[in-house]
């Protein structure tokens, strides 16, 4: 397993920006697949981005065209950038990792972050 550090999240009026990090260490970075997932209070926690080892990307359809997922293997970091957010976004946001894994299901990924909480104002 990794470990992972988010950062970043915070209070965003309706139609701004913020960029999400999570910090890897503890294992081989760049042989891990990376997930960004949400959880609002009373919901379950859903996929947003994925990126695999390769650099493949895919996006919630709720968030595709304003969030984009990237890599930085030799920073050991992974972002997303949340672009024209709504008030909708707000949630928790954590960083999860798997070795063999590129799935949407939580269940599926091995290691998890702390979570930082994003809050859009309308």
């Known amino acids: 397993q990794v470990l992972l550090v988010e950062s970043g999240g915070g209070l965003v009026q309706a139609g701004g920006s913020l960029r999400l990090s999570c910090a890897a260490s503890g294992g081989t970075f760049s042989s891990y697949a990376m997930g960004w997932f949400r959880q609002a209070p009373g919901n379950e926690r859903d996929i947003v981005a994925r990126?695999?080892?390769?650099?493949?990307?895919l996006y919630a359809d709720s968030v595709r065209g304003r969030f984009t997922i990237s890599r930085d293997n030799a920073k050991n970091t992974v972002y997303l950038q949340m672009n024209s957010l709504k008030p909708d976004d707000t949630a928790v946001y954590y960083c999860?990792?798997?070795?063999?894994?590129?799935?949407?299901?939580?269940?599926?990924?091995?290691?998890w972050g702390q979570g930082t909480q994003v809050t859009v104002s309308s």
């Open positions: 999860a990792a798997d070795r063999f894994y590129f799935g949407s299901s939580t269940e599926g990924y091995s290691s």
């Open positions: 990126i695999n080892w390769s650099g493949d990307t």
